[in-house]
């Protein structure tokens, strides 16, 4: 069987979580790229993988790498992006995989052209607890959806030149965890959003340290979505149909949900396992590449970041790089 072999762009500590999770059958890491040798080889080292690179460029030329995993700040994720595909190279990209919707359209065009696999590193797509919920969603017991809830609450050092509130490599809650309770309800309602209201307060270097967020799509399923970088909330998500409502706890690696229906009653429902939610994301691209199939969950990235651009538009926040 063929072994498809991985390198990573961008060392920070979700890269460092990525490849101390990396465990999936007919998929190898292989390298591990830094603008910074020696950090190239602590990373390395620290994680078996066998090559290190001191600069991007010079890995996505080895012809042994099938896919890259981009692990950037977001202000440099489409950047990466197009030369990995411009090299021939598979992509999986951090989450939020673009800065827009325009920045994502060049990306998925060249994909397609270079008949390369191009897909968002999001986990709400990939959880088995998910899929296993739209089964029973589709059997229709829960009636019509209503309302969805999600919110996020961070508590970031109030420290400016934290990355999570540096303007200069696109900082901000929006772009950090909001797209996790986006994606969540971008996931259960049926269809886009054609209406959003919004507002936001801004930290004091620009970015959106809090915001509320209301989206309302052509089959009348409300959703209301609520972020802060600056006080900790519970990651809770609420889906609410006529005849039950869903609850799931910590939803971006949730393995675990509970149904609760109208006269009080309750069902547990559990599927996948939370440990392995980067597996997942490695695993079925890893299977899209193998077998020459498109990226499944593409339709809900886009849906998503088409929300985002909305927000941003209303709140006037725009970066220097765009």
């Not at 090559?51 to 030329?61: C, D, P, T």
Request: charged share 20%; hydrophobic share 40%; with cysteine.
């Amino acid at each position: 069987m063929t072994t498809i072999n991985w390198g990573i762009i961008g060392l920070g500590d979700i890269a460092s979580s990525f490849a101390a999770a990396f465990n999936v059958e007919n998929a190898t890491l292989l390298a591990a790229a830094s603008r910074n040798l020696d950090k190239a080889n602590a990373f390395a080292e620290k994680h078996s993988i066998p090559k290190a690179y001191g600069n991007y460029e010079e890995m996505l030329f080895d012809p042994d790498i099938d896919v890259i995993y981009i692990a950037t700040p977001h202000s440099h994720h489409a950047q990466y992006i197009l030369k990995s595909l411009k090299a021939g190279k598979h992509v999986l990209c951090e989450k939020a995989i673009t800065m827009s919707n325009k920045e994502l359209d060049e990306a998925l065009a060249l994909a397609k052209e270079k008949e390369l696999v191009l897909t968002e590193a999001m986990t709400i797509y990939h959880m088995p607890l998910f899929h296993k919920l739209k089964d029973i969603i589709a059997t229709g017991k829960l009636g019509k959806l209503k309302m969805i809830q999600a919110s996020f609450g961070s508590l970031k050092e109030a420290d400016p030149t934290n990355r999570f509130f540096n303007k200069d490599i696109a900082g901000g809650a929006l772009l950090d965890i909001g797209v996790y309770a986006l994606a969540f309800t971008r996931f259960f309602l049926s269809s886009q959003p054609t209406e959003v209201l919004t507002t936001m307060n801004p930290y004091e270097t620009g970015v959106d340290e809090q915001s509320a967020i209301i989206l309302k799509n052509k089959d009348n399923e409300i959703a209301v979505v609520s972020l802060t970088f600056r006080a900790k909330m519970p990651k809770v998500g609420i889906v609410a149909f006529e005849n039950g409502y869903i609850t799931v706890q910590d939803y971006p690696r949730a393995s675990k949900a509970t149904i609760t229906y109208p006269d009080g009653t309750s069902e547990e429902i559990d599927a996948g396992d939370s440990a392995e939610a980067l597996n997942y994301e490695i695993d079925l691209m890893t299977q899209n590449v193998l077998h020459k199939t498109p990226n499944v969950n593409m339709p809900l990235t886009h849906g998503v970041m088409e929300i985002m651009d909305n927000l941003r538009e209303q709140w006037g926040l725009t970066y220097d790089f765009e």
